[in-house]
């Protein structure tokens, strides 16, 4: 009854609205003093942060921080596939008949997560995925899991469910239904690699560093287009960043990498850590 309850609450909460509130909220000079104490709640390492914490002029900015260069070296392995983001796996597996996993008994379509485009999708049939979730206390910077061309992005307005273990038990197909920011690699080794940023609430919005992309805009619509330039980036090098917490989900091709030996359900993981191998 419990669960119920929870679950109707969820359903009816203005969340997009709430989540824009926040984003103000935090991004106010006012929101600075709060700073210390998000540090002391969530434990959070500031010897590997880029500034003092005193530079920081708003939570918002400083939720957003980078990391000093040395704190998440990248694996250097051939091969390597790295993790784009610090966080813990919620799930990861291949997938089946065009479907990922969200939780026990819970599945959605890779076209649904693609946003109906059964084109796109159909490159991922058969591939395999792994879904990192970012706490509140986690470095919120993402970062490319392969050398790769961005090739072009795709932005689903949508809503803006929790994405904690309570509304992943609670909403059906979660990631396909929340706000997605979406961008796919062209990596000579690994193919297609789709990296898909999924907002949540009291995310402020999803940005990217290769054009003005952002989420939880009011009224917003449907983008699907080519990145200009295709621009190439390194392995580990910045691709965007979460302004509070959220999802990232991975999606690679058919018979073009393989797990590491140990990483499963629940692992932790730091950006730049080795998660996969391109299949020879």
């Known amino acids: 009854m419990r669960k119920g309850l929870i679950g109707k609450i969820i359903h009816r909460l203005p969340q997009n609205a709430m989540s824009r509130t926040m984003g103000k909220i935090t991004a106010s000079r006012f929101s600075?003093?709060?700073?210390?104490?998000?540090?002391?709640?969530?434990?959070?390492?500031?010897?590997?942060?880029?500034?003092?914490?005193?530079?920081?002029?708003?939570l918002k900015e400083f939720f957003a921080r980078r990391l000093k260069p040395s704190a998440r070296p990248i694996a250097t392995a051939p091969g390597?596939?790295?993790?784009?983001?610090?966080g813990k796996v919620s799930q990861l597996g291949d997938i089946m008949h065009g479907t990922l996993?969200?939780?026990k008994g819970k599945e959605y379509s890779v076209a649904e997560l693609l946003g109906d485009h059964e084109e796109l999708a159909s490159r991922f049939y058969?591939?395999?995925?792994?879904?990192?979730?970012?706490?509140?206390?986690?470095?919120?910077?993402?970062?490319?899991?392969?050398?790769g061309t961005l090739e072009q992005y795709t932005y689903l307005p949508g809503r803006l469910y929790p994405v904690n273990d309570i509304g992943v038990q609670q909403v059906d197909c979660l990631f396909a239904r929340n706000e997605r920011l979406i961008t796919f690699v062209k990596s000579e080794?690994?193919?297609?690699?789709?990296v898909v940023k999924v907002g949540a609430l009291f995310v402020g919005s999803v940005k990217v560093t290769y054009n003005r992309a952002t989420t939880n805009v009011k009224h917003g619509r449907v983008h699907n287009?080519?990145?200009?330039?295709?621009?190439?980036?390194d392995k580990g090098q910045e691709l965007g960043w979460f302004?509070?917490?959220?999802?990232?989900?991975?999606?690679?091709?058919?018979?073009r990498m393989d797990w590491v030996p140990g990483l499963r359900e629940g692992s932790v993981l730091q950006m730049g850590q080795q998660l996969g191998q391109i299949d020879e």
């Open 32 to 58: 600075r003093v709060a700073i210390r104490r998000y540090v002391h709640h969530y434990k959070i390492d500031l010897d590997v942060v880029e500034k003092p914490v005193g530079e920081y002029r708003t």
């Open 243 to 255: 302004e509070f917490g959220s999802t990232v989900i991975l999606l690679f091709e058919k018979g």
């Open 225 to 233: 287009e080519q990145i200009a330039g295709h621009p190439s980036l």
């Open 80 to 86: 390597a596939i790295v993790s784009p983001v610090d």
């Open 126 to 147: 058969g591939g395999k995925f792994i879904t990192i979730y970012l706490s509140p206390r986690d470095y919120h910077r993402i970062h490319m899991p392969v050398d």
């Open 101 to 103: 996993i969200q939780a």
């Open 189 to 194: 080794e690994a193919g297609c690699v789709a």
